[in-house]
């Protein structure tokens, strides 16, 4: 197990600056996710904490120990990827024992890492078949297993669930997150999902060109976030954003945007007239009746089961409401929108910083 930092690291390819100084560390036994959009930069943080690509500036260390000249194979750390390349000649035992032989393990020792990672992972029976006779699941498994019986202080993950089906991805998250309970080796994660990040991170690292935007656990980051970047790429619906002007009405501040005043936090705080957007998610917002809140539109309605997602127009802006169970409105009623002041964001608009 190893604890791991990052120290203002830069990668250029050519003349294109990739990575711009990043610097963060990651405590021992830690499970962090890497997310941002695609090209941000995660993939090439993953392969130089491997040792797979060179480091332009800034220094890696793994357990306080500097490794930018460390090789790969001198770094203890184990990766697995998207597109999980099994040896298809080799059975799954076989599979999982090949990095170790490359080692020149023991025979022994050997043998005794793979029944337990087996064990782990649940491939007991199917050590002796082959990757063309495994399922999906199984296959990512055997990667996993690969990794496990290196037994190394850090385990690098790029979306190694993004192939996989809707219902195997839900079942193999829960694998992961069980298998990092029990090891407790640590853990870099590189997901696109919401949940998968929301749901396994001890931390969130949120990336755009090349730079941290905010880290923090997943609630820190949903429920205050430091910018309009971060409002808008954590949480599934996306954060509704309107453009608006702080109002100072009769000493409180409230937003005007779309014909209405929307209600600010208690904390956040902006003088009369400042550009700002309002943030607030689908799930903060109710349905009342019209002449309650800000009047809307109904646009769509989308019943899920247990939840129903409306668009709704105000003014110029279309907004996503979630809310809970049924409801009994449809296209081209009015209804107004009533919002959980205390749950509201306000930025600046100049900055996009977060403003209280
Ligand atoms: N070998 C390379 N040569 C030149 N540019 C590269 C190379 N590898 C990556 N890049 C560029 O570096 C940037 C970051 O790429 P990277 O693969 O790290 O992104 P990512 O965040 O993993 O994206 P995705 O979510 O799509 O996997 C991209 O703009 C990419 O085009
Ligand atoms: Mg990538």
Redesign the pocket.
Known sequence: MASVSFKDIQKT??K?K?IQGISFDIADGEFVVLV?P????????LRMLAGLEEISGGEIAIDGKVVNDLESKDRDIAMVFQSYALYPHMTVGENMAFSLRLRNAEKDLMSQRVAKAAKILNLDALLERYPRELSGGQRQRVAMGRAIVRDPKVFLFD?PLSNLDAKLRVAMRAEIKALHQRLKTTTVY?T?DQIEAMTMADRIVV?HDGIVEQIGTPLELYDRPVNLFVAQFIGSPAMNVVEGMARQVDGVCQVEAQGSLWPVPPGANAPDNTPVHYGIRPGDISLADPGHGVPARVVVVEPTGAETELLVQVGESQLVVTVHGRVDVGPDDEVGLVVDAKRAHLFDRASGRRMG
């Open positions: 390819f050519g294109v990739v941002g695609s090209g941000c930069g995660k993939s090439t943080l979306e590189v696109h990336m």
